[in-house]
């Protein structure tokens, strides 16, 4: 059976809605980009995309002069809406659907039969069948695939995004895609909107099907950095070099040891485990202990940062990065960040912090005095101790000569353990 789509709504437009939504929109769809951000709607209208990922701007900048992306704070009719809003967990470790339920229940009052309900947000298993229920408790009017599978008025998938910060725009294309359907109908519709834009494979499941690769995705890769964390705590204790240790280890043709940094940031690895942790507690040992490694490392950053400042009697520390990883400005639940607050409550050192993605600290770092955004230039000239926290381009490219009288401590084996 074939789908043409000719009207596609986005409900969010953050690091995964945005990217999508202007690719949409770039093959020639007429897209309906919507956030509660007024600010953000506002940067989109004005062709420029809220936050820094490369391309992105050109191909925001494209579509909303074809007029082919419009971007607003409420849904209005489409004949397919692609949810992509944040699951954070509560306080519990349980996912927070509270983003996700709001996006339904908004959606709801515009949806029509024969409408396309796609969930992309990274979700406990059984979240696309709760999404069913509360469209069902908004528009009971209308027939939802999981109670009327052979004749459902709204067809509904799960989807997740697959893509990174920093290489989003392509890999939103190249990559493979999971489409897992209610049904298999749900799947053909939500298959042939996929079609539009992804040159990767797709491959086809069901709803709680995909919604479990993609937590299993994001811990397997949590529980091999765990590996390479652990493995760097243990140099440290025996007084070795981690990356030449690794560098070696690695040159066995069957393994592969990862980078080992100062924790685990960004909204999916340290967050999306614990969405089966907190189900299965009794299933997942292996993930817990990695969650525990991993949460663990910036205490461990502290604690050996605190020894190295005793030595000064006014110690000034330059923080180099505090995105969650390189090159890009995103800080949400990132280690360096929480590493530099931490040193504001825990030392009387000066920090001087370096992040070239951001035009000011954040909040978190802004309320302490002692805390300054500064450049490069000035944290290298004035600091006691250089604490390397992320691998931008920028830092890989510093003279040594123009640190060799400080204390370096490279969580990150930027120079790879030359200090």
Known sequence: MEFEYQKISVIGLGYIGLPTAATIASRGIDVVGVDVSQSAVRAISQGKAHFSEPDLDMLVQSAVSTKKLRAQTTPEEAEAFIIAVPTPFLDDHSGDLSYVEAAGRSIAKVLKPDDLVILESTSPVGTTQKL???IAEERPDLRLPDRHPDNPDIHM???PERILPGR???ELVENDRIIGGITEACTDKAEALYEIFVRGELHRTNAPTAELVKIMENAYRDVNIAFANEMSTVCDALDLNAWEAINLANRHPRVNVLKPGPGVGGHCIAIDPWFL???LPNQTPLMRMARKVNDAKPGIILSKTRHQIER????????????????VDDLRESPALKIVEMLAKDSDADLLVVEPHIASLPDVLAQYERIKKVTLED???RADI????????????????????SVVI???????GRF
């Open 312 to 327: 000064f009697r006014k110690p000034v520390v330059a923080c180099l990065g505090l995105a969650y990883k390189p090159d």
């Open 410 to 416: 490279d969580t990150i084996g930027l120079w790879k």
């Open 157 to 159: 998938a799960y989807c």
């Open 379 to 381: 944290a290298l000239e």
């Open 168 to 170: 989003m725009v392509f």
């Open 277 to 279: 942790i907190s189900r």
């Open 386 to 405: 250089i604490l390397v926290l992320v691998g931008h381009k920028k830092f890989k490219k510093i003279d040594s000569r123009k640190i060799y009288e």
């Open 132 to 134: 069913c229920g509360w």
